[in-house]
């Protein structure tokens, strides 16, 4: 029998994380509904998780919009569990930051409505982001569950990514509030900056962030210092947290803090044909200093981190270099 752990929902399967979720689930042998949005200029092409092993049997995809939340209800129904991944991003700011807030707030509880009313899904995971932590108002070294992003302070001062940051912020609230209010388990996964292979076509962001000294001359997230964590890691706490017994509210997800000395140190000791600036031209255009991330709550719970810093990167580059970015 295939179906042999149940049929759960993973919104927004084409990007990143979502992607790798679905990959998790289908070698862990779960039937998967994923929902991609429906763009009527062109056919979006997901072959490249059509082709993964059990996909053929056990992956459906169906259309559905956070414009329209009531389109999510046939993907949820009959599932188990949700996976709530979907989410606007806007980081070039084509719209206001109130639109792109409550389109995902309205996205989100309109999903958890779908989830409450189907009598089948037992747990609603919601993917939140480290961006929900780091602008808090609190300076420590080492941010956890307890520090959420100072929205009214990031409305003032607009740094660079903030209408994200704020939309995040919001939504994760929003969900979990919803979540105690009419008695339906959800929990929150925050995960820091992403890195790793990646299934989808596209350059995931955070990948092209945390490479930034090879990919790009230009980068608003240069950084000195940054949590980062890899894509498997995130998909294997996801469904850890769906298979857990009683988990609560919220959990970052983030294994190591890499300072830009030891990613230059391990790419040039592995990738000694790429093209390396000195660690002194990018103290010179970098700045940006993240806290650390804590993830003691999820390893108390009994996750373990698999992955560390060099296969991030070899990963992330070995991947780069197949699909043509390097």
Same mark, same amino acid.
């Given at each position: 029998?295939?179906?042999?752990?149940?049929?759960?929902?993973?919104?927004?399967?084409?990007?990143?994380?979502?992607?790798?979720?679905?990959?998790?689930?289908?070698?862990?042998?779960?039937?998967?509904?994923?929902?991609?949005?429906?763009?009527?200029?062109?056919?979006?092409?997901?072959?490249?998780?059509?082709?993964?092993?059990?996909?053929?049997?056990?992956?459906?995809?169906?259309?559905?919009?956070?414009?329209?939340?009531?389109?999510?209800?046939?993907?949820?129904?009959?599932?188990?569990?949700?996976?709530?991944?979907?989410?606007?991003?806007?980081?070039?700011?084509?719209?206001?930051?109130?639109?792109?807030?409550?389109?995902?707030?309205?996205?989100?509880?309109?999903?958890?409505?779908?989830?409450?009313?189907?009598?089948?899904?037992?747990?609603?995971?919601?993917?939140?982001?480290?961006?929900?932590?780091?602008?808090?108002?609190?300076?420590?070294?080492?941010?956890?569950?307890?520090?959420?992003?100072?929205?009214?302070? =990031?409305?003032?001062? &607009? /740094?660079? #990514?903030?209408?994200?940051?704020? %939309?995040?912020?919001? $939504?994760?609230?929003?969900? *979990? +509030?919803?979540?105690?209010?009419?008695?339906?388990?959800?929990?929150?996964?925050?995960?820091?900056?992403?890195?790793?292979?990646?299934?989808?076509?596209?350059?995931?962001?955070?990948?092209?962030?945390?490479?930034?000294?090879?990919?790009?001359?230009?980068?608003?997230?240069?950084?000195?210092?940054?949590?980062?964590?890899?894509?498997?890691?995130?998909?294997?706490?996801?469904?850890?947290? =769906?298979?857990?017994? &009683? /988990?609560? #509210?919220?959990?970052?997800?983030? %294994?190591?803090?890499? $300072?830009?000395?030891?990613? *230059? +140190?391990?790419?040039?000791?592995?990738?000694?044909?790429?093209?390396?600036?000195?660690?002194?031209?990018?103290?010179?255009?970098?700045?940006?200093?993240?806290?650390?991330?804590?993830?003691?709550?999820?390893?108390?719970?009994?996750?373990?981190?698999?992955?560390?810093?060099?296969?991030?990167?070899?990963?992330?580059?070995?991947?780069?270099?197949?699909?043509?970015?390097?």
């Amino acid at each position: 029998m295939e179906d042999t752990k149940g049929r759960v929902c993973v919104t927004g399967g084409t990007g990143f994380i979502g992607s790798w979720i679905i990959k998790r689930l289908l070698e862990d042998g779960y039937s998967v509904t994923t929902t991609v949005r429906s763009k009527p200029e062109h056919k979006k092409d997901v072959s490249f998780f059509t082709d993964l092993p059990g996909a053929s049997r056990r992956l459906q995809i169906l259309k559905a919009d956070l414009r329209e939340p009531e389109s999510f209800k046939e993907a949820i129904e009959g599932c188990i569990g949700v996976f709530h991944v979907a989410t606007p991003v806007d980081f070039e700011e084509g719209e206001p930051e109130e639109i792109v807030t409550q389109r995902s707030i309205d996205g989100a509880l309109g999903i958890l409505k779908a989830c409450l009313t189907s009598k089948t899904v037992k747990r609603v995971i919601y993917t939140s982001s480290a961006f929900a932590v780091n602008y808090s108002a609190k300076e420590e070294e080492v941010k956890d569950e307890s520090s959420w992003t100072d929205v009214d302070s =990031l409305r003032t001062s &607009k /740094p660079f #990514g903030w209408s994200y940051a704020v %939309s995040k912020t919001l $939504t994760e609230k929003a969900v *979990l +509030e919803y979540g105690q209010q009419n008695g339906l388990d959800v929990v929150t996964v925050l995960p820091s900056i992403v890195v790793g292979s990646f299934i989808c076509p596209k350059l995931p962001g955070s990948v092209g962030s945390a490479l930034y000294f090879l990919l790009s001359k230009k980068d608003p997230f240069a950084y000195l210092q940054l949590p980062m964590v890899h894509v498997d890691d995130v998909a294997r706490a996801h469904v850890f947290l =769906l298979e857990h017994p &009683k /988990p609560r #509210g919220r959990y970052n997800c983030s %294994s190591c803090l890499a $300072t830009v000395e030891k990613p *230059l +140190e391990i790419v040039s000791a592995k990738f000694p044909e790429l093209q390396i600036p000195t660690i002194d031209s990018l103290r010179e255009r970098a700045s940006l200093k993240v806290s650390d991330l804590s993830s003691k709550k999820l390893t108390d719970a009994g996750f373990e981190f698999k992955y560390g810093l060099e296969e991030m990167l070899v990963d992330a580059i070995g991947c780069c270099k197949e699909k043509g970015y390097l």
